[in-house]
């Protein structure tokens, strides 16, 4: 396996695509299924990301330190959410998240959940948002939407998170297919480039078990999708 660095200057188109395969043993395991990204046999079920405080496993595995956290992203978009202490800044960054601050700790992540739920709950603010609202990457950040979550939470102090070398000028074009350009930076998984004073933006999560290959000059109209 290759490793392809998310910097500098950009030239990839992607071709075909296959299941992402699987890791047995900590080998991994090709598949040329069809069905993508992960087929019936490469698909595995991660009790963890669905727990709500009761835990699925046969052996509890979550006996680390764990935070509830409260994320927002631009510009007032909301999430509660529950990641392990060590792996918080990681997590956050992962998401995308612009603003956050942790609500409380607990020693393993059953108890976290279980009062994640209950702060969702009282809060009204849900534990997920989705991909095509985290896509506003150029609006100012609402501190003043912050601020008032954070008068009715006792939470610590936030956090704020950057992503990009220069600011956004403009709202990015969504891209398919090719990744052509010089990167502003990788906010979640989505990879912001900039091309002729335009910028684009791709979905990193398109690559999954995609062939990518250098970009080769052609005549076809470049491919953009609504997000």
Known sequence: MESLPLSGNLSWQLGGRTCVGKWLDGVYCSCDSPE???????????????????????????????ALYIAMFRPNIF???????????????????????????????????????????????????????????????????????????????????????LPLWMRPLPLKNELRGHVIGVKGRLLVLERDSTLYAFDLKDMLGAEVVPYEGSTRQTSLTAF
Request: include cysteine; charge should be positive.
């Open 36 to 66: 993508i990204p992960a087929c019936g046999a490469c698909r595995e079920l991660n009790a963890c990301a669905i727990c709500a405080g009761r835990c699925l496993k046969n052996d509890k595995t979550c006996t680390q330190e764990h």
């Open 79 to 165: 999430k509660i959410g529950v990641a392990k202490v060590r792996r918080l800044s990681d997590r956050l960054r992962e998401q995308g998240a612009d603003v956050a601050a942790v609500v409380e700790y607990f020693p393993d992540g059953e108890l976290a959940r279980r009062r994640e739920r209950e702060l969702q709950h009282l809060s009204g603010i849900k534990g997920t948002v989705r991909e095509s609202q985290k896509r506003q990457v150029d609006t100012e950040i609402d501190w003043a939407s912050w601020e008032a979550i954070k008068a009715k939470m006792n939470i610590a102090e936030p956090r704020t998170l950057h992503y990009f070398d």
